[in-house]
């Protein structure tokens, strides 16, 4: 048996297996079947309590003496089923994962053998989680710890991935959504813009138009742009502010001659009046309902490869969430002196194009530093300015109320 945390995943030796999710009270547990875009086919696709079976995948309820369960036959799984996630939500209307501990239990379906358990950390105010999914890649049966959670509940779940829900198929008010953090939260008119489809922007000129010395403000009209500390870009092109989803790439490499750094990158988000609101991370892959999402992996973004990556769909964010602080931590210790350079660069996720680059030079003997910020301005657009401050800090935690000081 393998205790599984955030992001972790393992091959499946068995065609047919169970998930069983626990906890000191009673859950809805649920299970979605997603194509390659991510998606159900229709409504079909949702298994939950009233509709208990489906193409390869089945629910059970426990009765409240025993733990709900999704059963996957991955044997049986229709032609272009990729992945099916299961997800669950405290029974009791209105209440949240605060101070509830979920365990998902992965069993082999025939013999009742444990394969792994996984149990998602530091959870709060999220009223529905997606917890694990079972996955196809290169042909092989996985599954993954995930672990993310959601503030508008089961139905909230459920419409992220494509399912109608409507009165006769949504979940009774026990998990109807309550009251959205981020897409119903009132926002500037140009936050609001930012929630639609944008025009494309042109391809980025081959050199990268250096920000001006000074403290003048910029903006990406000129193509890419690349900051020095302390210094501002408008997310603006040709007067309109920048689409509504970014990702943020943080990278480092070792000092020559050196071993192998593993560092984590994080994004805490702030209100008006610098008060902490939340913070993404690699134990919370998830925040502000679903607005920003972190990797949890190391992915390869255009150009060079970003060790850590964190999505921020702009127009998702609720409007208290005025200060986003990109930070980068070395949880064993080892200090920034020991990385031969790190960087965060600011991607259009549409386009895959690369806006802003601040490469970070002249490291402290620090184990935090604070990368960057995005601040939504009053007009309702954001700005981007390179901190490159060190703290000693090996957490997120720690990097709260330096955080702070910066906005």
């Known amino acids: 048996m393998t205790a599984m945390t955030p992001g972790s995943n393992l091959p499946l030796n068995a065609v047919r297996v169970t998930v069983d999710v626990a906890a000191p009270v009673r859950l809805d547990v649920s299970g979605l079947l997603l194509a390659a875009d991510g998606k159900v086919r229709s409504d079909a696709d949702f298994i939950f ?5 489906g193409p390869g995948v089945a629910y059970r309820s426990g009765g409240g003496a025993a733990p709900d369960s999704i059963t996957v036959d991955t044997g049986a799984l229709p032609p272009g089923i990729e992945r099916i996630v299961v997800t669950a939500s405290p029974d009791a209307a209105g209440q949240t994962f605060q101070g509830i501990e979920p365990t998902a239990t992965v069993r082999h379906a025939d013999s009742g053998a444990v394969i792994a358990t996984f149990t998602p950390p530091q959870l709060g105010t999220e009223t529905a989680l997606v917890v694990v999914e079972v996955y196809q890649r290169g042909g092989v049966w996985k599954v993954r710890a995930v672990g993310q959670g959601y503030a508008n509940g089961l139905a909230g779940i459920a419409t992220d991935f494509g399912v109608s829900v409507d009165e006769e198929s949504a979940p009774p008010p026990a998990t109807a959504p309550q009251a959205p953090a981020a897409p119903s939260a009132p926002v500037t008119p140009a936050a609001s813009a930012w929630g639609q489809t944008a025009p494309v922007a042109p391809p980025a000129p081959p050199a990268a138009a250096p920000a001006p010395v000074g403290t003048g403000k910029i903006n990406l009209d000129k193509g890419r742009v690349s900051l020095q500390k302390n210094q501002t870009v408008s997310l603006v092109k040709n007067g309109r502010p920048l689409l509504s989803q970014v990702k943020m790439g943080l990278g480092w490499e070792p000092a020559y001659g050196g071993r192998d750094i593993d560092l984590d990158a994080s994004v805490i988000a702030y209100g008006p009046q610098r008060n902490h609101i939340d913070s993404c991370y690699f134990g919370k892959l998830s925040i502000l309902g679903g607005a920003v999402k972190h990797s949890g992996d190391n992915l390869t973004g255009e150009g060079a ?8 769909d702009l127009g998702r964010l ?12 070395s949880f064993s210790g080892q200090k920034f002196t020991e990385v031969a350079k790190a960087y965060c660069r600011l991607i259009d996720a549409a386009s895959g194009e690369e806006l802003v680059r601040f490469d970070l030079t002249g490291a402290e003997p620090q184990t935090g530093v604070m990368m ?10 954001w700005e981007m300015t390179a901190i490159g401050e060190f703290v000693k800090s090996r957490t997120v935690r720690g990097m709260v109320k330096p955080g702070s000081q910066t906005l």
């Open 305 to 312: 490869g970003d060790d850590e990556v964190i999505v921020v």
């Open 372 to 381: 960057a910020k995005l601040i939504r301005q009053f007009s309702g657009e």
């Open 49 to 53: 309590y009233n509709q208990p079976s």
């Open 318 to 329: 609720p409007a208290e969430a005025t200060g986003l602080v990109f930070t980068v931590n």
